[in-house]
């Protein structure tokens, strides 16, 4: 069971309510999926969906006022992000623009662009069939000893799986809950997981603008975080703020490591790589004409 000091969440808008409640360089992670500015509230029946399960009163964000609104919730982050903090937006692409707009608008800077691969199952004939999110990794400059928290090894103790853990095209799950009650575009908390782990340490807080299921709250007091969120939709806040003090804390996972057999053999090649660089600049050196010889 999670002590309720350990979270807080709160039904209204995450706008005024950072503004209200979130101090200045405060939080250390935000990962949010706002919404999209796509009606979204009426998506089911463009996708042909059972929606018994989910939890009515989705609030989406009328087009026309998509741009500020963007631009007033990123600027919200940037005040509450520490130095060094790190934000992940995930976006899909019909407004993109306006949240890319956003961030340039402030002093945050992009450290990565993600593609998270998914099937909606929506066939197209005369276009390309849509198959992705985005996932937007920003974070407020380093300030002296506030540094950008990267764990490159919290799973994988060998640079080899790391890097392929690392890719900037990642796959995102589908969040299969038969008979359970959920949000809606809820995202998958194993994906969640992943860069909550990247991006933060235990003991650290996490902010979600937009807590929908609350599947970044869940994740992030799973892991020993603390948690920070927002929720418009009542019917939404009510359903899944219990769910936060249900979650069990789990001790930190033990990155996995090759088996000897294995790691030999990437020892043997790196061994091998070093050798050839090392050549190459000593041959390079040797046949670099000396400066009194040119001029």
Known sequence: ??????????????????????????????FTDPPYGIKGDELDVHYHRDESKVV????DVPLNEYAKFSLDWIRECERVLRPGGSMYIVSGYTNLHHILNALH??????????????SFGVSTKNKFVSS?????????????????????NYKYTDQKDS??????????????KPGQVKNKNQLSEDFIEKFVMYSSNRGDTVLDCFGGGLTT??????????????????HAYDAFV??????????????????????????????????????????????????????
């Open 105 to 118: 608008a402030t002093g945050l800077e992009e450290i990565n662009h993600i593609i998270a691969k998914y």
């Open 132 to 152: 992705h999110y985005h996932v937007l990794f920003w974070s407020k400059p380093d300030r002296g000893s506030k540094k950008r928290t990267f764990n490159s």
């Open 242 to 295: 219990p769910t936060l003090a249900e979650v069990e804390e789990l001790p930190d996972p033990v990155p996995s490591t090759p088996d000897a057999v294995e790691l030999a053999k990437r020892q043997k090649l790196r061994d091998g790589w070093k050798r050839d660089r090392l050549l190459k600049k000593a041959n390079k050196s040797t046949t670099q004409p000396a400066v009194d010889q040119i001029q």
């Open 56 to 59: 009515p009163g989705y609030v």
């Open 163 to 176: 890097y392929h853990d690392r890719l900037s095209v990642q796959d995102m799950p589908r969040d299969y």
């Open 217 to 234: 709250g869940r994740t992030a007091l799973r892991w020993g975080r603390k948690f920070v969120g927002f929720e418009l939709n009542t």
């Open 1 to 30: 069971m999670q002590s309720k000091n350990l979270y807080q969440v709160y039904n209204q808008s995450c706008i005024e309510g950072m503004r209200e409640h979130v101090a200045d360089n405060s939080i250390d992670l935000i």
